[in-house]
């Protein structure tokens, strides 16, 4: 089945600079690619998405890239802020229908004023 | 925006027994789903529902593990009887279908098994 990598556990970005995620995936099928963000004791929420038509999609600060060669995927969030700090994680959705996400480990993002 | 909400926040239960994690899934949403976090690990997806049925379960979703949604009300989770292993936090989530920003993710209930 789908494996989802995230390498970096943690991340810490002064604030201002760009802070990259990178995530790996092991199947091609795979067609959706989610990114959430988890504040101390709250929920996932949803920060931006890029389906496999595509290999590149921005909103503000955060633009998604897809290598879909490499199964590779990033999220960069530029010009940080200390409220962008938050555990990163990247998902992917395999291609069976049933709408399932598989989740990368996580990555802490810490931005230091 | 809308939110899932997961009740209890936190369970502490003795291992052999019943425990019900419940979930009150955003309003006009169609697919439920339980994901599975232990400490320092992934988030692993455990089962969808739609529809009144199980659409899929993954190996973690042990013969002691059930999901139902009777009414249209909560959304449940029950693991009967309980083992050590099953100490994790557990996310309910709910969507109205594919690759759609409204998957909206609950806070996650604390199961520690003792």
């Known amino acids: 089945g789908e494996k989802v990598e995230q390498h970096q556990s943690t991340l810490s970005v002064r604030e201002g600079d760009s802070a990259v995620i990178n995530c790996t995936y092991t199947d091609t099928a795979s067609s959706y690619f989610p990114w959430y963000k988890q504040e101390a004791g709250k929920s996932l929420h949803f920060v931006i998405d890029i389906r496999s038509n595509v290999d590149r999609k921005q909103s503000q600060r955060l633009t998604v890239l897809l290598d879909k060669k490499a199964k590779r995927f990033s999220l960069h969030i530029t010009a940080t802020q200390p409220e962008d700090s938050a555990i990163y994680f990247c998902?992917?959705?395999?291609?069976?229908?049933?709408?399932?996400?598989?989740f990368g480990a996580g990555t802490r993002l810490k931005v230091i004023a | 925006g809308p939110k899932v909400l997961q009740i209890p926040s936190h369970q502490i239960i003795d291992m052999g027994q019943m425990v019900t994690l419940n979930c009150d899934p955003v309003?006009?949403?169609?697919?439920f789903y339980w994901y599975k976090q232990i400490l320092g690990q992934q988030m692993e997806f455990l089962v969808n529902f739609y529809n009144g049925k199980v659409m899929e379960k993954s190996k973690l979703f042990k013969d002691q593990f059930s999901v139902e949604r009777p009414d249209g009300s909560y959304f449940t989770l029950k693991i009967q009887p309980t083992a050590l292993e099953d100490s994790a936090v557990y996310f309910c989530?709910?969507?109205?279908?594919?690759?759609?920003?409204?998957?909206?993710f609950g806070s996650g209930t604390r199961l520690l098994v003792i």
């Open positions: 998902a992917a959705s395999p291609n069976t229908g049933n709408y399932k996400y598989v």
């Open positions: 989530a709910s969507s109205l279908g594919q690759g759609e920003s409204d998957y909206t």
């Open positions: 309003s006009n949403h169609l697919y």
